[in-house]
């Protein structure tokens, strides 16, 4: 475990923290007004390897070579010079530190990070931090890297958790929930939606399936996963055979046939690795879903109904209460699915690139 201390004065910032991977919806933006909850668990660290926040230079100001130094194929908007590895805890694990009233940024409802750091050091006044916690993003501090530095703590230091014992004790994450928005002149407001961290693995994984499919059709599971990805992998790719297949595999799951093209799989959420099948199946091309995705997808949780009472007799089974479901079909975040794209150099490719710029210059397609 580790604690964060201030490079400046050694003061510590932070509790005693564990290094996990960076969620996929690190940096989604939510709807509008929505009230999202933080985005790591207390007592948990991740590094977010790319630049975060301001300054911003628009894409006629880069220089194709150095994008592509930065890792970026594909046209994007703007690109952050803000310094990369910045250090994304929760907020409750933040010590030490003060607000900075004027670094308020461009926010509504809270704090954005526009201004930059937003938080000093209360003993040497250095700004050390960006606390985000505006509407529709998700809540986090994000330690800047040139003014923290990480120290390793005494204590007992647990070894990642095995990918069977992953499979049996890991948490479901549910891909409905009710969504809280700051509300207007009537107060706050609920409703029930697809979860955020769902769009944005849709997204993630939707760009990787499309990297799959080599620019075949592409067939994936019935169910959970076929409402997820099949309708808007129908409208990207053409129409036609032969179909690429794509099946879930993982622990727990039965080996995959040799001639699968594509596997969903989970990564391990304490180390970020990727899990990978034994042969034949090793030449599949893996796409990469969060762990708590991904048992859901492998094993939904069913729904029961519920026994009657009163005048119906107590061995029939009734449809009331319905389950919960969104009015609408699933969507993928489009930012998730671009910032995953551009960094792949096969999106140089030309019909992918038509995907990116169509996608870039137009708001219709109603799968994101």
């Known amino acids: 475990m580790f604690v964060f201390v201030c490079a400046g004065c050694g003061a510590e910032l932070t509790t005693p923290l564990s290094q996990v991977s960076l969620p996929v919806h690190a940096r989604q933006k939510y ?33 194709p070579g150095e994008a592509e130094a930065r890792g970026i194929y594909a046209p994007v908007y703007a690109l952050s010079d803000g310094t990369p590895e910045a250090t994304v805890i929760a907020p409750g694990d933040i010590r030490g530190t003060r607000l900075i009233p004027e670094k308020r940024g461009g926010a ?8 930059g750091p937003n938080m000093a050091c209360a003993t040497c006044d250095l700004p050390v931090a960006v606390r985000v916690d505006d ?13 923290v530095h990480r120290v390793p703590v005494d204590g007992i230091h647990t070894a990642p958790l095995s990918w069977s014992e992953l499979a049996e004790k890991g948490e479901k994450t549910p891909p409905f ?9 009537l107060g706050s407001n609920h409703y ?38 099949q309708r808007a992998l129908d409208a990207l790719l053409p129409a036609g055979a032969p179909e690429r297949r794509a099946v879930l595999a993982g622990p727990g799951q039965p080996s ?18 990727t899990w990978t099948p034994a042969s034949p199946t090793a030449s599949a091309y893996l796409v990469p879903l969060p762990l708590g995705v991904w048992l859901w997808l492998a094993s939904p ?11 119906i007799p107590q061995d029939v089974l009734r449809d009331d209460p319905l389950p919960l479901l969104p009015n609408y079909l699933s969507r993928a975040d489009r930012e998730s699915f671009l910032h995953t794209l551009v960094r792949v150099p096969a999106v140089r490719s030309p019909w992918l690139r038509t995907i990116v710029d169509n996608l870039r210059h137009s708001t219709s397609a109603d799968f994101f």
């Open 31 to 63: 709807g509008n007004g929505a009230q999202l909850p933080v985005l790591m668990e207390s007592g948990t660290f991740a590094v977010d390897p790319d630049p975060w926040g301001g300054p911003w230079r628009m894409w006629d100001e880069i220089d």
């Open 108 to 115: 509504c409802c809270g704090l954005d990070g526009a201004d």
């Open 135 to 147: 509407c529709s993003l998700w809540q986090a501090v994000r330690l800047s890297p040139d003014a």
């Open 177 to 185: 929930e009710p969504i809280s928005t700051w509300g207007g002149r």
């Open 192 to 229: 029930w939606s697809w979860s955020p961290q769902w769009v944005a693995v849709a997204g993630h994984a939707l760009a990787h399936l499309l990297l799959a499919s080599q620019g075949q059709p592409v067939r994936v599971p019935g169910g959970l996963t076929e409402d997820v990805f």
């Open 256 to 273: 995959p046939d040799a001639g699968v093209d594509i596997l969903l799989v989970p990564v391990h959420p304490q180390t970020g690795q």
């Open 301 to 311: 949780q069913p729904y029961f109904p519920v026994p009657a009472s009163g005048r």
